[in-house]
């Protein structure tokens, strides 16, 4: 009897009546611990999942030129200079600043309003753009073919905001967040044209003096 | 009349199914979880619209903490080596002397965030205890004179021509960190005459209705 007993029913009639039958175990295995175990793993993992991986942004800075004649000229109908400051306040003027007596042109927004802003002065500079098919106006034709490349079925409409360039001058007091927004509004209107300059002095003072009376800390 | 009989149902459920999915879900899970590299320091990026993929390797990474102390990270998983020509270049620059151990451990460094005159004080600790940067003042680079950060782009920008590989340049702030560290970092760039580099951010939608949300309609394929 030195064969294991399979449990079988053809074995069953050579036993003794003394010798008792071996109970038949289930198969079945109990499953719980290992769906716990399972569903544990399934959490830590939930948890430590990294789901939005950071994203790169490009950023492009023109060479500083000291020279007066290579150096880029903004025309001062289709130029838009944003001033950051500090509290994520905006501050904006068209073409150049002027501080007279009667008033100035230098206006105050916020993030929210300087969207606008950008869209409204797009759509002022595109509607004022004449169409000129001169040889002369060979940026228009660059930037016409660059979108053609990329693919833009609306290229021939891809230069009319040629004239366009936003200036942003981060004040001393600005944080990271507040130019990388206002880059992304660049990106957002499709600005082609901006520029990262240093603030002048007098701007920078004219801020400080607004930011005093709207008490921003 | 004979009672109609109905027949026990065991109580216990079949479970395989269950299992399946459970273990389906988990393999899934683990295999998509990519974990968190170490941060040297904490940093709370800003958003962007742009949706470019992150470099992981052949790139340099300067970081900006929220208290403006600038870090310098080299990022190169499957080349380690040239973390050593880095250092070994950068040094040279200052006219340091590294001993060949503080070279080496460089690579276990998260991210350098000291002066040139304490880096070999730093180097000479083990990584764990460097702290993740808790205790390092940061690279000086706010006097235009002695930009250090510019001394550490340029070392990485000659190994990497000697190397004929492209490097990318990152830089990673914290959104509260003020603007004149950022234009520091920018103008540290400037001086090796780098400027195409990236800004970490992480993504947000285009509003709907602007100008790039009409863009991306009209050439989907084409999304930056």
């Known amino acids: 009897m030195s064969s294991i007993d399979s449990g079988g029913g053809d074995g069953g009639h050579k036993k003794g009546p003394g010798v008792k039958k071996a109970k038949k175990l289930s198969t079945r295995v109990d499953m719980t611990p290992m769906v716990d175990l399972g569903f544990l793993l399934i959490t830590f ?7 939005s991986t950071p994203k790169a942004m490009n950023l492009l800075m023109p060479k500083d030129v000291n020279d007066p004649k290579n150096q880029n000229e903004a025309k001062e109908s289709g130029a838009l200079t944003i001033m950051l400051g500090k509290g994520n306040q905006v501050y904006y003027y068209f073409g150049q600043l002027k501080v007279d007596a009667s008033g100035n042109n230098f206006q105050q927004t916020t993030f929210k309003g300087i969207r606008q802003i950008i869209i409204d002065k797009r759509k ?9 098919l001169s040889d002369a106006d060979s940026r228009c034709k660059d930037m016409q073919e660059l979108a053609k490349k990329k693919g833009d079925p609306d290229w021939q409409n891809a230069c ?3 004239d366009f360039v936003v200036i942003i001058k981060p004040d001393p007091d600005s944080n990271y967040k507040n130019m990388v927004d206002i880059l992304d509004e660049m990106t957002i209107n499709q600005v082609k044209t901006y520029a990262i300059v240093k603030i002048l002095d007098q701007e920078y003072e004219l801020i400080k003096t607004t930011e005093e009376r709207n008490g921003i800390k | 009349m004979p009672s109609v009989k109905l027949p026990r149902k065991s109580t216990d459920t ?5 299992v399946d999915i459970a273990f389906l879900i988990l393999s899934f899970f683990i295999m998509a979880t990519k974990f968190k590299p170490q941060e040297p320091v904490e940093t ?3 958003n962007s619209v742009s949706s470019e993929e992150l470099p992981e390797n052949d790139a340099i990474m300067v970081l900006v903490d929220s208290t403006n102390r600038v870090f310098f990270s080299v990022l190169s998983e499957k080349d380690r080596s040239v973390s050593d020509k880095i250092v070994t270049k950068a040094t040279e620059l200052r006219q340091i002397k590294l001993t060949p151990e503080e070279i080496q451990n460089f690579r276990k460094t998260p991210a350098v965030g000291v002066p040139f005159s304490r880096l070999s004080a730093l180097l000479d600790m083990d990584p764990a205890e460097q702290n993740a940067g808790a205790g390092q003042p940061g690279i000086p680079v706010l006097d235009s004179t002695d930009n250090q950060l510019a001394t550490w782009i340029r070392a990485s920008k000659e190994v990497y021509a000697e190397l004929g590989r492209p490097l990318k340049y990152l830089v990673k702030g914290d959104g509260a960190s003020k603007y004149p560290t950022i234009d520091a970092v920018i103008s540290a760039f400037k001086k090796n005459d780098q400027l195409k580099f990236n800004l970490v951010t992480s993504l947000e939608k285009a509003p709907t209705g602007s100008a790039l949300d009409q863009l991306n309609n009209r050439m989907p394929a084409a999304k930056e």
């Open chain 1, 160 to 162: 009319l905001d040629r």
């Open chain 2, 14 to 18: 079949d479970m395989t199914p269950f």
């Open chain 1, 124 to 132: 002022e500079v595109m509607g004022r753009h004449v169409h000129d």
């Open chain 2, 44 to 46: 709370k990026i800003p």
């Open chain 1, 45 to 51: 993992f939930i948890f430590t999942a990294t789901m």
